[in-house]
Structures are given as structure tokens and as C-alpha cells.
């Protein structure tokens, strides 16, 4: 049986500091991307928006289109722990542009996920051989 809890958010500073020392990171859009692969079945995120890019009321709207659009995507796959950086103004990032770039970010991240998987799988082929 599949676990209940599918899709759920990074909560402490050691997840963070987790998935930022351990993972992979790459940037598009005025977003930061940093993640890392997991044995978990569970996809977790966390959204890290930093005082200098507006008010409250600005990086709490930029968090909660964050939420919908990862919600509303159809990428995410288990086994990954993502932190999504804001690098520029909140104001400056509208909804359609969060939306097509988480979309192009969890394919990227699934793809790299097949890549070293297949080179795992090709290691140990090597290894039995």
C-alpha cells in the first residue's frame, strides 16, 4: 500500500542544511533549484524566500504560488527533497513564470534522476560481469 503522505514540506534547519550540503543545485528565472535524491517515497520541499526581496506580504503570496504549483504538478516523483531559493524581486516573478519553471525543474531533476540510475545499473552489470 502506497504511504498517505505523498507530497510534504522540509520543516527544520537540518532538513534544510541536509539537501543544501548533500544535493545538486542549478538556477533559472530569478528561482534557485538545489535538491537531492532520497530512498524515501516521498516527494518533500521546502521554499526559502530571504527579507531583502520584499515585504512579508509579498514573499508569503511568491510561497503560496510556489505550494500551488508544485501542487499542481504532474512531475514530482518520490524519492527527492528540493528547497526552492528566491534570487530576485517577489514582485518581479508572476505566477505563469513559477509555474512554467517548477514544471522545467522537476523534469530536469526526474532526468537526472533516470541518468544516474541507469549509471548505477551499468555499474553494477560491470560488477556481476
Known amino acids: 500500500m502506497p504511504p498517505r503522505w505523498t507530497f510534504c514540506s522540509l520543516r527544520t534547519r537540518a532538513d534544510f542544511d541536509r539537501v543544501f550540503d548533500g544535493g545538486r543545485r ?3 528565472r530569478g ?3 538545489y535538491y537531492r535524491l532520497t ?3 516521498v516527494f518533500r520541499y521546502g521554499i ?3 527579507r531583502r526581496f520584499g515585504i512579508a506580504v509579498e514573499r508569503n503570496k511568491f510561497r503560496r504560488r510556489v505550494r500551488e504549483a ?3 504538478s504532474g512531475e514530482r516523483s518520490a524519492g527527492i527533497e528540493m528547497v526552492i ?3 530576485r524581486k517577489c514582485s518581479e516573478v508572476g505566477y505563469a513564470e513559477v509555474c512554467s519553471t517548477i514544471e522545467w525543474a522537476l523534469r530536469r531533476i526526474r532526468r537526472d534522476n533516470a541518468a544516474v540510475k541507469t549509471a548505477h545499473e ?3 552489470a560491470d560488477d556481476n560481469a
Do not use: I, M, N
Request: aromatic content about 14%; hydrophobic content about 50%; overall charge positive.
Open 26 to 28: 542549478f538556477f533559472r
Open 48 to 50: 526559502s524566500t530571504p
Open 31 to 33: 528561482l534557485g533549484f
Open 85 to 87: 531559493c528566491l534570487s
Open 70 to 72: 508544485l501542487r499542481l
Open 122 to 124: 551499468a555499474v553494477k
Open 39 to 41: 530512498s524515501l517515497e
